[in-house]
Every structure is written in C-alpha cells, then in structure tokens.
C-alpha cells in the first residue's frame, strides 16, 4: 500500500481489527501526543481519552437529569388528573358535571380559557353546553381520532373561547368502547409552546376517557350507541 492511497480510514480499520497494537508497542502508547480539542498544545493519548470519557459522562448526566425532571413534571400531571377524577366522582349533581369539569380543569392546569360542548345527552337538557353544535363539528369530533395539538388554525371550536389561543388542544369526547363521539374540549393557552404537534397526548387520553365516562350519568342508557 503506497502513501498516497494509505488513509485515516484503514489507520482506524488497522486498529480496530488489531486491539493488541498498543499493548505490543506500549511505548509508542505513552509516547504518542495529539492534538488537544480546545487548545493549541498536544496532549499523551491517554490524557484525551480520559477527556472523551468526561464528555461522555456529563452528557451522560445531562440524559438523566432530563429524565428525572420529566418523571417529576410527570408525576405531578398525574396528580392533578387524580384530583380532577376526585372531584368528578364527589359531584352529586350530574347536570353539574359539564361546569365541574371545565372549571376545576382551569384550577388544576392552569389554563385561561375552557369550552365544552357535548350533544346526545338528554339528562342535560337544554344547556350553554349544547349550543353552537353544528353538523360539521359533529364530523369533526369523528374524524378526530386523537387530540389535536398545536396553534390555532381556524378550528371552528376555538371559537367558544372568545379569545384566540396562542395553541390549543381539541379532544374529541368518545366513550370508551363506543363509536361515536358525545362532545368536544377546547383547551387554550396564551403560551405558543404549551400544545405543539410533538407532545405527547397520554394525559389528554386520559382526560377524555375520565371526562367521558363521567358525562355518560347524563345520557339515556337505552340510546347509548356501543361499539
């Protein structure tokens, strides 16, 4: 092999099929210098491989800090829905229910601005919650298969928060084991990175199979449509 055709390449493949290299040439070992990362002076090899392992430890710890930070921010959401369930399940009062559930979703999470509407629960009667339900909301909570997450985009729905969000998160309200959808929720916030597209929606999942379940106290067993 000449020179000129002998590469950084087959020097890294030579070692690599040779592991033994530097233990046969170990004063080469501790004589070789290489260039420092970050200055100007050369350092022994093994000095700049206890630098990578630096590297790689911090980077290390960064990843974890970051996982026990969420596993925090986690735990705490958990919580909180824990609380909401609770209260749901305190209320007496069925009817009450699409209040509570708006009012005490604002307490617990922070939120400036709720909409609720819900439809084909004849216990409720007729209610601020069942207005403006129009047939292309209807196919809109049907077609929405998972909650939409991200900036506002002429959603119909926004519009039953008066004010604009910076992002929202629309849940469509079905029932667990059945087809079709019994309301919609409108989260809002003033903060653009509160509901992006990228999140991930475990807890909104859960909001709406808790929400769902508890608005079905307002609906006529013998209509309820089942999967």
């Not at 004589?31 to 200055?39: A, I």
């Not at 491989?49 to 290390?60: C, E, G, W």
């Not at 829905?81 to 999470?109: T, V, Y």
Request: proline fraction near 6%; aromatic fraction near 6%; hydrophobic fraction near 40%.
């Amino acid at each position: 092999m000449t020179t000129s055709s002998f590469s950084p390449d087959d020097v890294a493949h030579f070692l690599k099929e040779h592991p033994g290299f530097f233990q046969e040439h170990a004063e080469l070992f501790s004589n070789l210098r290489v260039p420092h990362p970050n200055e100007s002076r050369a350092i022994s090899l093994g000095e700049r491989q206890i630098m990578t392992l630096r590297a790689r430890t911090k980077d290390l710890e960064w990843k974890l800090s970051g996982l026990v930070h969420n596993a925090n921010g986690n735990e705490k959401i958990s919580d909180t829905i824990n609380q909401w369930c609770c209260r749901m399940l305190a209320e007496d009062d069925a009817k009450q229910i699409p209040a509570h559930i708006i009012r005490s979703l604002g307490d617990l999470f922070d939120l400036p601005t709720i909409a609720l509407r819900v439809w084909n629960l004849p216990k409720l009667g007729d209610s601020e919650f069942t207005q403006d339900v129009t047939d292309s909301i209807r196919s809109f909570a049907r077609d929405l298969t998972k909650p939409y997450c991200g900036p506002l985009n002429d959603q119909e729905a926004a519009g039953w928060l008066g004010t604009p969000p910076a992002s929202l998160a629309i849940i469509s309200l079905r029932p667990t084991g059945h087809i079709e959808p019994i309301g919609l929720l409108v989260l809002g916030s003033d903060d653009a990175e509160r509901f992006t597209h990228d999140m991930g929606t475990a807890f909104l999942d859960t909001i709406n199979e808790l929400a769902s379940a508890s608005l079905l106290r307002l609906q006529d067993p013998a209509t309820q449509e089942r999967a």
